[in-house]
């Protein structure tokens, strides 16, 4: 498997998603509770680890 580099707004993206579920995991934040946090933090692994195995994204 090839693997590429992920393009800077998808890694920005995924930047912002696991910082976001950090802090909602961490602190208490009134929008965002813990478990969507962890989950936040999921879909950013996810998010990274698709751009890293396609082409372009």
């Known amino acids: 498997m090839r ?3 992920p393009k800077v707004i998808t ?3 995924a930047l912002v998603l696991g910082i976001l579920g ?3 995991t961490i602190a208490d934040i009134p929008v965002i509770t ?3 946090g962890f989950w936040l933090v999921v879909i950013a ?3 990274m680890l ?3 195995a396609t082409k372009n994204l």
Do not use: D, K, S
């Open 3 to 5: 693997l590429n580099a």
């Open 11 to 13: 890694w920005y993206i």
């Open 22 to 24: 950090v802090l909602a």
């Open 34 to 36: 813990a478990v969507i």
């Open 45 to 47: 692994l996810v998010l």
């Open 50 to 52: 698709v751009a890293t």
